[in-house]
């Protein structure tokens, strides 16, 4: 037996190295680019260029970037054929829209001739195809769900605005569409969180880009990670139900306080690494609220009940919002479905998942730690 | 940034705790059992309740634990129809049995009422409920391949037996199904082995135990774990076909030779772990041994080579089989086709990633560490 100590869940473990991403307590950088200024300066398809291909496109690059995510959109018949019954698995209750997203990705993999192929070229024709096909499975469901037809992907869109008309039949507004990206933008790429790092841990073994995809999306899911922005917005629903929409602050603070008594978990809040605030989050809140005063008074409420919940968690338990928190809110006030949250969420983290695939194979060690053990002693069968 | 040092690979990092299982350098035990003692004198349906229950069944137990796999054996219609197809998708060859196991998997979460719960009681129902079903989309796949009509479960047959009935039609030999039986027992479990290691960083998110089994598949696939038996057995079929199948030690000496000097990765031999050989290793080649003896001469001369082969890595590097060689040959004598056996890994190795996910959920900690940044220094988007 190893006798080093271990550090529960890892943290603070050093478990690679990346060029990718870097998350410090005061910044994240992808690839040399802090976040704040890519969220200002640049669109996703510049940073999903940046991520999987490792600089800033050229124009010309990057017009044949889109070009090929735009010829890539549509799904094999078969994936289509499976997105049709979706809405009948997700109605009945017993699956969600991220466990369709999982199982289509993995069918996809069947119909893709580069699927058994590790080698960086094919490793980033299928990352493009994976990141142009994502949207148009989202919105098919979603359209299942719905019980309505499927909605061709529309080639003069951007990635963000034909995401959103996939899933509502409508072109967005600009501006709904410049808040789509942004938070694509945010989600693109996080170091060794633990969907990417399932992802390392999977292609570590050799295995290909699409069952490491495969299980990123299934633990992206949990609601300790992705899933936390459905999960917020849930817990917002709650208090509203609760308490009624009237953002009583003594009724906030008394709801909160029983949740505090209850150990209620309360979603999107807190980060395995930022400790002082999550600087993702106040970007989208921005954003966020400036889509509610657009929409009206009921969202501007909801931003302001955010606030109060954001304020007594700061002020009597020191935890700070993460990113989940104004996205759930945002994401509402797009007038998107809570349970599609977290497949967003995907369609933009394939990018990061799929550069750290390619960088694990590309200079491959298998991930494989130790375990303490602290089960039974030695003891015989047939005693 | 965190500055302590990172072992890449995790070699040698101690990642948690658990009860379920010890690998050492000179024994492997599950709950307190050595694997040689259970190897002969526990069924592998035994050792399956041993390690999702936590302690050897009694009678009553065993028998009961028998019967609700046996009725759980049968697949949703959903599933029935998806592995209708799988022929087709293996035959055009982009697709691969551990990849279509993956799909069936993820697809049969849809259909399961436990799916969405991550408590004790519906975890331990889902994993039975996939260790009884496994088997099945096996058979049924393999059928599809060879274009035959899918076979029913064999209520009348162990989980050994009804796996190789399923796949070729014929009942097996009481020895045939004491070989699979032995090999499920040494396939059950090994600790932090990296797809155990995926199933606990995605079900540390919260993720569900359907999903996490996918990911472990998609793990389990790579070469550099479960995927070696396959490729231990091609290594051998390429030996034979480069030099003939007389086992002329000269030769394979030479073919060896050549293989060290094209820095071929020689599969089967070497682990993480096990630095002077891995004890499962023996055990299985001896009863494969034992059963190529029983099928004739071309058997028992494949195993002569894998033994010149053997000896060779031993000798000259210093480097030992692992578990995956002997199995590679022992399933080809039993007749199996060479790309079901990772999926026959999955059959056994489901019980210790079930097992290690229960164990997650039950004291979880969100898996999530960190990496070292080596990319580019800050630069501005708009420079």
């Known amino acids: 037996m190893t006798t080093a100590t271990h550090a529960k869940g890892l943290e603070g473990v050093i478990a690679g190295e990346t060029e990718i991403c870097n998350v410090e307590q005061t910044s994240l950088v992808y690839r040399g680019y802090e976040i704040a200024d890519l969220a200002a300066n640049a669109s996703f398809e510049e940073v999903a260029f940046l991520l999987l291909v490792g600089h800033k496109p050229s124009s010309d690059e990057l017009g044949a970037f889109k070009a090929e995510l735009i010829a890539e959109r549509a799904l094999p018949s078969a994936v289509v054929e499976f997105l049709k019954t979706s809405g009948n698995l997700v109605n009945n209750e017993y ?6 997203l999982r199982t289509a990705v993995s069918i996809l993999s069947h119909l893709d001739a580069d699927c058994q192929d590790n080698a960086g ?37 951007s990635h963000s605005a034909n995401l959103l008309y996939m899933m509502t039949g409508s072109e967005p507004t600009p501006e709904a569409e410049k808040v789509m990206d942004v938070s694509l933008v945010l989600y693109a790429e996080h170091d060794y969180n633990a969907s990417t790092f399932t992802a390392r841990v999977i292609s570590g073994t050799l295995g290909d880009l699409h069952g490491a995809v495969t299980g990123a999306i299934a633990a992206l899911k949990g609601k300790l990670h992705g ?23 003594g009724k906030v603070t008394d709801w909160m306080h029983q949740a505090f008594a209850d150990k209620r978990k309360l979603m999107g809040f807190g ?113």
Chains 1, 2 share one sequence.
């Open 227 to 249: 899933g936390a922005n459905e999960a917020a917005m849930e817990m917002l629903a709650d208090i509203r139900n609760d308490i009624g929409s009237d953002n009583d602050l």
């Open 95 to 100: 699956a969600v829209p991220m466990d369709i």
């Open 271 to 383: 980060h395995r690494v930022y400790k002082n605030g999550d600087h993702r989050a106040p970007i989208l809140h921005g954003l966020g609220r400036k889509a509610a005063q657009a929409r009206g008074e009921d969202f501007i409420k909801l931003f302001e009940l955010g606030e109060m919940v954001q304020k007594i968690m700061e002020d009597e338990k020191k935890i700070y919002p993460n990113v989940d928190f104004p996205c759930g809110m945002t994401y509402f006030t797009m007038g998107i479905p809570v349970p599609q949250y977290t497949p967003i969420f995907v369609a933009s983290r394939i990018t990061g998942w799929a550069a750290h695939i390619m960088e694990q194979h590309a200079n491959n060690r298998l991930i494989r730690p130790r375990v303490a053990y602290i089960g039974p002693a030695p003891r015989n069968w047939n005693d």
């Open 121 to 157: 070229d094919a490793n980033l024709r299928k990352s493009k195809r994976l990141l142009a096909q994502i949207p148009t499975v989202i919105g098919h469901m979603q359209n299942s769900i719905e019980g309505k037809d499927f909605i061709a992907p529309n080639a003069n869109l």
